[in-house]
C-alpha cells in the first residue's frame, strides 16, 4: 500500500473548522477550495445527510450545529466544520465552540480530528478587523496542536485605497494597477493587524491574503500553502496534499523541500560531483512521488507492481 494510503486509511479525511463573522466569504471560499460552484451537503455526525431546508432555515438564523460537515460533492476528501455563530457574541456559542475545538483536537479517534482551522477576517471592514470574537478567540481558545492559520479574505477591497495612494505618489495609472495589490499588503501591515494577533495567548500560525475569490481564476494557493507550511508533521502536509487537487506546483515544492533536499543532505551532496547509489535513487524517487498522489508510479525493478498513490 503506498504512504498517502496508508495515511488515508489511518485519518481519514482532511477536516477543516472554519471560523468568521458571516460575510466573511467562507462558503465561496470553500467552493473555489474544492473546485466548485454547488452548495455543500451537509450531514451529521453519524452521516447522516440533513434536509437542506433546515439547514438554510438555520443558515437564515446565523446558526447552525458546528458538529456537522459540510462535504463538497468535487471534493469528499475534504470535511469542513462552520463555526456556529459564536461571532455574533453569544456566550452558548462561543462555549459550543471551544468545547467542540478541544475535543476535536486531541480525540483518540483519529479519523474525527480537526486537522486545521481557518479564521477569516474580511478586509471590506479592515476598520473594525480585530472584534471582540477575535480577541475572545485568539485569548481564550487553546487549539492544542492544531494550526490556525489567519486568512485575510477579500483583499481586493484594499486595493482601490491602494491605487489611489499610488496615483497621487505620480505613478501612471498602469503602474498603479500593478503595483496596488504590493501597496495593499504594506497598508495592511500599517494597520499592525498581524502583529496584535501575534502577541494574543494562542496566536494563530501563519496568515494569508486572499483576493477576488469570487473571480473564476481565484487563486487559493496561497492557503493550500500556508496550512501545509503551519501542519509542520510530514504525515499532516501529505494528507493535505494527497486531498487538495489544485495545486500541482504545491506539490513540486514539497516534493523538493521534504523529499529532494532531505535524501541530497543525507548523502552529503550540498555541491559537486557525487552521486547517489541505485538503491537511494531509488528510494528517493519513490518519496518524491508519494507527493504526487494523483499519478500511478511504475518500479523498474519489477514492472508488473504499479502503485496508486
Not at 478586509?123 to 494550526?147: G, L, Q, W, Y
Not at 493535505?240 to 521534504?258: D, F, G, H
Request: proline fraction near 4%.
Amino acid at each position: 500500500m503506498a504512504p498517502t494510503e496508508d495515511i488515508r486509511k489511518k485519518f481519514g479525511r482532511f477536516r477543516i473548522l472554519v471560523v468568521g463573522r458571516a460575510n466573511a466569504g467562507k462558503t465561496t471560499l470553500l467552493q473555489r477550495v474544492c473546485n466548485t460552484t454547488e452548495r455543500p451537503e451537509i450531514f451529521d455526525r453519524k452521516g447522516k445527510k440533513i434536509d437542506a431546508a433546515i439547514v438554510q432555515s438555520s443558515l437564515g438564523r446565523g446558526y447552525h450545529e458546528i458538529k456537522n460537515e459540510l462535504v463538497f460533492g468535487s471534493n469528499p476528501g475534504f470535511v469542513f466544520h462552520d463555526s456556529c455563530g459564536f461571532e455574533a457574541g453569544g456566550e452558548a456559542e462561543f462555549k459550543n465552540m471551544k468545547e467542540f475545538v478541544l475535543k476535536r483536537a486531541s480525540t483518540t479517534k483519529l479519523k474525527e480530528r480537526i486537522h486545521a482551522i481557518w479564521y477569516c477576517i474580511p478586509m471590506d471592514e479592515c476598520h473594525r478587523a480585530i472584534t471582540k470574537a477575535e480577541e475572545r478567540f485568539f485569548s481564550e481558545c487553546n487549539t492544542s496542536s492544531v494550526p490556525v492559520i489567519a486568512v485575510f479574505t477579500k483583499f481586493d477591497a484594499l486595493w482601490d485605497d491602494a491605487f489611489g495612494q499610488l496615483r497621487e505618489s505620480g505613478l501612471t495609472w498602469m503602474e498603479s494597477k500593478r503595483m496596488a495589490p504590493e501597496k495593499a499588503k504594506e497598508i495592511l501591515t500599517n494597520m499592525k493587524i498581524w502583529e496584535r494577533l501575534r502577541e494574543t495567548q494562542y496566536p494563530p500560525k501563519d496568515c494569508v491574503y486572499l483576493a477576488e475569490m469570487d473571480k473564476d481564476n481565484a487563486d487559493c494557493g496561497p492557503l493550500l500553502e500556508g496550512t501545509t507550511r503551519a501542519l509542520g508533521e510530514e504525515a499532516m502536509q501529505m494528507l493535505l496534499i494527497s486531498t487538495q487537487q489544485m495545486n500541482l506546483a504545491l506539490c513540486i515544492k514539497c516534493a523538493i523541500e521534504r523529499s529532494l533536499v532531505l535524501y541530497l543532505k543525507r548523502a552529503g551532496i550540498v555541491r559537486g560531483s557525487q552521486r547517489l547509489s541505485k538503491d537511494v535513487c531509488g528510494q528517493m524517487q519513490q518519496h518524491i512521488a508519494n507527493w504526487f498522489p494523483h499519478i500511478k508510479v511504475r518500479n523498474k525493478s519489477s514492472p508488473s507492481r504499479l502503485h496508486l498513490l
